[in-house]
């Protein structure tokens, strides 16, 4: 069958840390992914994206790297602040446009 | 640029009701998507409009229909609420091109909708 997954439903980590958020996928023809952040009370946002020819993308703060082999997506957040405080999904999409969610990491920065 | 705006942000039926969930987007994104969150889960794709003009179903259409009136706007359907469509409902918009995403979608701030 076809899904996206995330290995942990909570993590917890100490600010100015470095935070890893995982994620697992079963269709190998996903052919873009893209990590979200959903602040409570508020639609989910755009973080980072990923084409399936790359296997790592940097942005501010944040990693995405990509193996294909395993069909294993990570966020890499370096120097965790408060604000980084949110529930994170991995979501893929196929040809056509349809994003699929996995279920989300909720993420708790301790000051 | 007010981005992606949905209306209502809160709405209580009783079960049988129906009703419309609005959505309209003000940067000329030609696909649009109804997506549904309940506590615990990611969103699931209710529907989705590639262009104007089509419609496609996604993984949860059943009991909702959908209406691309123009390009800005995308409407969401209950015909005959039931307590199974208690959750937060969320439009998004993008820009697609030879149906390749070749960005983010992005959100509105989501519609709260309970159905007694």
């Known amino acids: 069958g076809e899904s996206v997954g995330l290995h942990l439903p909570t993590l917890s980590v100490q600010e100015g840390d470095n935070s890893i958020i995982n994620c697992a996928y079963s269709?190998?023809?996903?052919?873009?992914f893209i990590w979200y952040k959903q602040e409570s009370g508020k639609g989910p946002q755009f973080i980072i994206d990923?084409?399936?020819?790359?296997d790592k993308r940097q942005g501010q703060r944040v990693t995405v790297l990509l193996n294909k082999t395993v069909k294993h997506l990570s966020l890499q957040i370096a120097a965790t602040q408060p604000g980084d405080s949110a529930v994170y999904f991995c979501?893929?999409?196929?040809?056509?446009?349809?994003?699929?969610f996995g279920q989300g990491t909720e993420l708790s920065v301790k000051p | 640029n007010a981005g992606v705006t949905q209306t209502p942000k809160f709405q209580v039926l009783k079960t049988g009701q129906s009703m419309t969930l609005q959505c309209a987007q003000d940067?000329?994104?030609?696909?649009m998507y109804w997506y549904r969150q309940d506590p615990g889960m990611g969103l699931r794709l209710i529907y989705y409009?590639?262009?104007?003009?089509?419609?496609d179903k996604g993984e949860v259409p059943n009991g909702y229909n959908v209406s691309r009136l123009n390009k800005r706007e995308f409407s969401l359907r209950l015909e005959s609420a039931a307590p199974s469509q208690t959750s937060v409902y969320f439009c998004?918009?993008?820009?697609?091109?030879?149906?390749?995403?070749?960005?983010?979608?992005?959100f509105g701030e989501g519609s709260r909708l309970t159905v007694l």
């Open positions: 998004a918009s993008s820009f697609q091109t030879r149906g390749l995403n070749t960005g983010e979608l992005f």
């Open positions: 269709n190998s023809a996903s052919d873009y």
């Open positions: 990923i084409r399936s020819n790359m």
């Open positions: 979501a893929e999409t196929r040809r056509g446009g349809k994003l699929i």
């Open positions: 940067m000329n994104h030609n696909s």
């Open positions: 409009s590639a262009s104007e003009g089509t419609t």
